[in-house]
């Protein structure tokens, strides 16, 4: 089955740049998407369409693919981003998560 | 404001039945795709299944084949999903999602709902 792999873990100081990657074969041709998730929280879309912000979304938040690889770049990293991100594609019929990836801001 | 309210959620013993259902407000129902997703404690998310806006078209992951069923009642601006011979790999909250277009996002969440399968 189709995989997308994250880093488990991505460790930064606030205030500092923080990027999360995203692999997997049908990024080439599929869009990704991102979300966080805070403890006890639902998902929250951050970034759609590789790059796109929905309204609400902070401007630090951005997004970015090359070849194969979606990149989530946290821009002036704050104590509230501290949370777990999901990137997300699809294949054929099925939506597609990545293992998530826990963000700490110390 | 755009809601999506999940239900039904419960202890179940293993081979039990649920149904669930996802009521939203704030938009209309019937013009948006919607899907399940299911997160397991301490685990990732889980696409279990996606439903097209007239509800013809369904798609399950195979993880649940065959076992559940996903219906949805634009009159009452509600989604179902009826889960049968429930197993303890099942035991997760479920998330209610709707797509926010052509490109397969979710770009609203429900709370969620816990389902926990144990004898």
């Known amino acids: 089955s189709y995989e997308l792999t994250q880093p488990p873990s991505v460790s930064v100081s606030p205030g500092q740049t923080a990027s999360i990657t995203c692999s997997g074969d049908?990024?080439?041709?599929?869009?990704a998407s991102w979300y966080q998730q805070k403890p006890g929280q639902s998902p929250v879309l951050v970034i759609y369409?590789?790059?796109k912000r929905p309204s609400g979304i902070p401007e630090r938040f951005s997004g970015s693919k090359s070849g194969n690889t979606a990149t989530l770049t946290i821009s002036g990293t704050q104590a509230m981003d501290e949370a777990d991100y999901y990137c997300?594609?699809?294949?054929?019929?099925?939506?597609?998560f990545g293992g998530g990836t826990q963000l700490t801001v110390l | 404001e755009v809601q999506l309210v999940e239900s039904g959620g419960g202890l179940v013993q293993p081979g039990g039945s649920l149904r669930l259902s996802c009521v939203v407000s704030g938009f209309t129902f019937s013009s948006y795709e919607m899907n399940w997703v299911r997160q397991a404690p301490g685990k990732g998310l889980e696409w279990v299944s996606y439903?097209?806006?007239?509800?013809?078209?369904?798609y399950y992951a195979d993880s649940v084949k065959g076992r559940f069923t996903l219906s949805r009642d634009n009159t009452k601006d509600s989604l179902f999903l009826q889960m049968n011979s429930l197993r303890a790999e099942d035991t997760a909250v479920y998330y209610c999602?709707?797509?926010?277009?052509?490109?397969?996002?979710?770009?609203?969440w429900g709370k969620g709902t816990t389902v926990t399968v144990s004898s």
């Open positions: 999602a709707r797509e926010g277009g052509t490109s397969r996002y979710m770009d609203v």
């Open positions: 369409r590789h790059t």
């Open positions: 049908k990024l080439g041709d599929k869009f």
């Open positions: 439903i097209s806006s007239t509800g013809r078209t369904i």
């Open positions: 997300q594609t699809w294949d054929s019929n099925t939506l597609i």
